[in-house]
């Protein structure tokens, strides 16, 4: 249990059985009368934010979380199975936690997967991956005068834009954090 004098920005607590994350926090003390913890809090499973007060007498629950270092191994339907290196145990985490991020999952590649009461909340991926450009439009000779992006998709289907010196075959570097195209990787 934690007191609510203990709360600031990113601590992980539990509020009607569902993990959270303290997201904003502010210390108010009144004139008269006791302290309050103004907090708006992101739930970590549906991703709704809400806003509470806490009174300085007031007991707030520790979430159940743990962190372990998975490696991806394989997509099976709408599952992905990640496999724990040191117990060779797998475990399949649904499409849905993943979103996007599965566009960016590269066979062996480790990640960090956040359980909740032994069960898979989120998967955390390095911060770049390198994909080849299967599919992309060849550039207009001459027109650099500005930063100009074209359309690009990567082997499994997903678009990125991409600038315009970028041709089909060659590999890049992505930003698993906001999807989008870092630098073109020589090889």
Same mark, same amino acid.
């Given at each position: 249990?934690?007191?609510?004098?203990?709360?600031?920005?990113?601590?992980?607590?539990?509020?009607?059985?569902?993990?959270?994350?303290?997201?904003?926090?502010?210390?108010?003390?009144?004139?008269?009368?006791?302290?309050? =913890?103004?907090?708006?809090?992101?739930?970590?499973?549906?991703?709704?934010?809400?806003?509470?007060?806490?009174?300085?007498?007031?007991?707030?629950?520790?979430?159940?979380?743990?962190?372990?270092?998975?490696? =991806?191994? =394989?997509?099976?339907?709408?599952?992905?199975?990640?496999?724990?290196?040191?117990?060779?145990?797998?475990?399949?985490?649904?499409?849905?936690?993943?979103?996007?991020?599965?566009?960016?999952?590269?066979?062996?590649?480790?990640?960090?997967?956040?359980?909740?009461?032994?069960?898979?909340?989120?998967?955390?991926?390095?911060?770049?991956?390198?994909?080849?450009?299967?599919?992309?439009?060849?550039?207009?000779?001459?027109?650099?005068?500005?930063?100009?992006?074209?359309?690009?998709?990567?082997?499994?289907?997903?678009?990125?834009?991409?600038?315009?010196?970028?041709?089909?075959?060659?590999?890049?570097?992505?930003?698993?954090?906001?999807?989008? =195209?870092?630098?073109?990787?020589?090889?």
């Amino acid at each position: 249990m934690y007191n609510a004098s203990d709360l600031r920005k990113g601590l992980k607590i539990e509020i009607d059985g569902d993990p959270c994350e303290v997201v904003e926090f502010q210390f108010v003390k009144p004139g008269k009368g006791q302290a309050l =913890y103004r907090c708006r809090i992101k739930n970590l499973i549906t991703g709704s934010s809400v806003e509470k007060t806490y009174r300085s007498v007031d007991k707030i629950d520790k979430a159940n979380l743990m962190e372990k270092d998975m490696i =991806y191994s =394989y997509p099976d339907g709408n599952h992905f199975v990640f496999i724990d290196p040191k117990t060779y145990d797998q475990i399949e985490v649904n499409a849905e936690i993943l979103n996007d991020q599965r566009y960016f999952l590269v066979e062996d590649i480790e990640c960090k997967i956040l359980f909740h009461n032994d069960r898979p909340i989120s998967v955390t991926l390095p911060n770049f991956i390198e994909k080849k450009i299967t599919e992309t439009e060849p550039g207009a000779r001459g027109d650099t005068a500005t930063n100009v992006l074209k359309p690009a998709k990567i082997d499994n289907g997903y678009e990125i834009h991409v600038p315009i010196f970028i041709n089909q075959g060659d590999r890049v570097r992505i930003d698993t954090r906001t999807g989008k =195209y870092a630098e073109r990787v020589n090889r």
